[in-house]
T-cell receptor, first 112, second 113 residues
Framework: ELKVEQNPLFLSMQEGKNYTIYCNYS?????LYWYRQDPGKSLESLFV?????AVKQEGRLMASLDTKARLSTLHITAAVHDLSATYFC????????????FGTGTQLKVEL | NAGVTQTPKFQVLKTGQSMTLQCAQD?????MSWYRQDPGMGLRLIHY???????DQGEVPNGYNVSRSTTEDFPLRLLSAAPSQTSVYFC????????????FGPGTRLLVL
């Protein structure tokens, strides 16, 4: 059974600081997704990582994938308040992108 | 494009009642899925479909039925609602080919008393 673990579960940080969210998974997979969810809202796709060593960047967020270590990271650079949200990683267990196992999420709060 | 739409947005049921959560997409996606989101547990896959007429179970299928008669629609049926089914339900869709990014609907909040 595929298990996906994120840490930390909660993260409170000041504006301007850097931090990393970690996503570990238990079985071989080369497709990993990062989503953002604002309170009471749906999920928004951030990144799709499709191979070992993949790195994607958008604004202050950068995601990477190490399939050998079964680890993905989401790095936040110089955080701003607008990044406050819950971030989920999800792993595809089928290779087709339609059967995702989600981590429990990291609730990020960026203090003004 | 409207994307992925879900109805209703909010529903209150009594234990034992049945209902259908509607999901539709206008992007001609082959894949559609249903997830439930509970506090502290992320999203869990209930059922999914890889095309019209084809469905399969996910991680937590008990108490739910699905069918896929058209590419656009993927309804989720609660047969006999239980308080444990109180949750937020998300429908998602994606292309079969390509990156596999799933597009999520706005969600349905369900309260079972």
């Amino acid at each position: 059974e595929l298990k996906v673990e994120q840490n930390p579960l909660f993260l409170s940080m000041q504006e301007g600081k850097n931090y990393t969210i970690y996503c570990n998974y238990s079985t071989t997979s080369d497709r990993l997704y990062w989503y953002r969810q604002d309170p009471g809202k749906s999920l928004e796709s951030l990144f799709v990582l499709l191979s070992n060593g993949a790195v994607k960047q958008e604004g202050r967020l950068m995601a990477s994938l190490d399939t050998k270590a079964r680890l993905s990271t989401l790095h936040i650079t110089a955080a701003v308040h607008d990044l406050s949200a819950t971030y989920f990683c999800a792993v595809d267990s089928t290779g087709g992108g339609n059967k995702l196992t989600f981590g429990t999420g990291t609730q990020l709060k960026v203090e003004l | 494009n409207a994307g992925v739409t879900q109805t209703p947005k909010f529903q209150v049921l009594k234990t034992g009642q049945s209902m259908t959560l509607q999901c539709a997409q206008d992007m001609n996606h082959e894949y559609m899925s249903w997830y439930r989101q509970d506090p502290g547990m992320g999203l869990r896959l209930i059922h999914y479909s890889v095309g019209a007429g084809i469905t399969d179970q996910g991680e937590v299928p008990n108490g739910y039925n699905v069918s896929r008669s058209t590419t656009e629609d993927f309804p989720l049926r609660l047969l006999s609602a239980a308080p444990s089914q109180t949750s937020v339900y998300f429908c998602a869709s994606s292309y079969r080919q390509g990156w596999g990014t799933q597009y999520f609907g706005p969600g349905t909040r369900l309260l079972v008393l």
